[in-house]
């Protein structure tokens, strides 16, 4: 079965600091993976997704993900979190074949000055 | 083109009242989703078509819920009747399905309110 399972629902970094945001899939087939984010109030923006050309994907705003078939993983992380990236982080999944896409629970990221 | 548009942005009503939500999807699009978000949930996938028929609807809570596609450029999505719990926002989301990693491009939403 197609599940996606983000491990922290809450996530609270300062300024400057590194930002690591977890995400384990569960599929049959390597699913297509992707990262959103919402901001309060706004609708949802793709931040990046896995095309299985490479296994690090660069997104937008300095945030990148590797996946790891392995461990099952697509982890987004950001080498220096900024007080703008504080928002809601959703971590997608879509099967082969049907296009089922599946959203995790979400991880908000708090940012303290 | 205008994105994927929803409406109506804001919808309050009262229990045990039919409501309706609508989407436009993007032209050319092949697949339409509708989501349901709460903070308890998070998001939801209620439903989703490929031209214009229905895929998918092991997500759709209960029978009181429908959604239809009569043609590639609209989509409902009715409760009947609605319920409190019900209140939530809906999404609808476009993509093409031309590969399994094209992004899905969503509408702003509608805010349901079931007094």
């Known amino acids: 079965a197609q599940s996606v399972t983000q491990l922290d629902s809450h996530v609270s970094v300062s300024e400057g600091t590194p930002v690591l945001l977890r995400c384990n899939y569960s599929s049959s087939y390597s699913p297509s993976l992707f990262w959103y984010v919402q901001h309060p109030n706004k609708g949802l923006q793709l931040l990046l997704k896995y095309t299985s050309a490479a296994t690090l994907v660069k997104g937008i705003n300095g945030f990148e993900a590797e996946f790891k078939k392995s461990e099952t993983s697509f982890h987004l992380t950001k080498p220096s979190a900024h007080m703008s990236d504080a928002a809601e982080y959703f971590c997608v999944s879509r099967g082969w074949g049907g296009f089922k896409t599946i959203f995790g629970a979400g991880t908000r990221l708090f940012v303290k000055a | 083109d205008a994105g994927v548009i929803q409406s109506p942005r804001h919808e309050v009503t009262e229990m045990g009242q039919e409501v309706t939500l609508r989407c436009k999807p993007i032209?050319?699009?092949?697949?339409l989703f509708w989501y349901r978000q709460t903070m308890m949930r998070g998001l939801e996938l209620l439903i989703y078509?490929?031209?214009?028929?229905?895929?998918?609807d092991s997500g759709m809570p209960e029978d009181r819920f429908s959604a239809k596609m009569p043609n590639a450029s609209f989509s409902t999505l009715k409760i009947q009747p609605s319920e409190p719990r019900d209140s939530a926002v809906y999404f609808c989301a476009s993509t093409l399905g031309a590969a399994t990693n094209e992004k899905l491009f969503f509408g702003s939403g509608t805010q349901l309110s079931v007094l």
């Open positions: 032209s050319g699009h092949d697949y």
């Open positions: 078509f490929n031209n214009n028929v229905p895929i998918d």
